[in-house]
Nanobody, 121 residues
């Protein structure tokens, strides 16, 4: 099993910044993809940013240019630097990874519990 622990959420004024961090632990052979999703009340969960295989990065159009995702493969951590935050960024942000626990096993998705980000206007 792989556990994901998020930190860094909170309340910030519009235009401010927050940094989210996520650390993976447990029985990990390899993590292929790490990233962040978010879900606002009444909305579906959406991709925010993701790093595939440590190199390929994708951002949601709504955050591109404001958010930066980074990953430390040695520490199994992923970070999301969020700048120029807007009220519409308010959501529960969840860490995600796609990982395998044994060398020749299958990859499975794992999720953190989520951390609240609230941006006031």
């Amino acid at each position: 099993q792989v556990q994901l622990a998020e930190s860094g959420g909170g309340l910030v004024q519009a235009g401010g910044s927050l940094k989210l961090s996520c650390a993976a632990s447990g029985k990990i052979f390899r993590i292929n993809t790490m990233g962040w999703y978010r879900q606002a009340p009444g909305n579906q969960r959406e991709l925010v940013a993701i790093i595939r295989d440590g190199t390929s990065i994708s951002y949601a159009d709504s955050v591109r240019g404001r958010f930066t995702i980074s990953r430390d493969n040695a520490k199994n951590t992923v970070h999301l630097q969020m700048n120029s935050l807007k009220p519409e960024d308010t959501a529960v942000y969840s860490c995600y990874c796609n990982a395998r626990t044994i060398r020749y096993g299958s990859d499975y998705p794992y999720w953190g519990q989520g951390t609240q980000v609230t941006v006031s206007s």
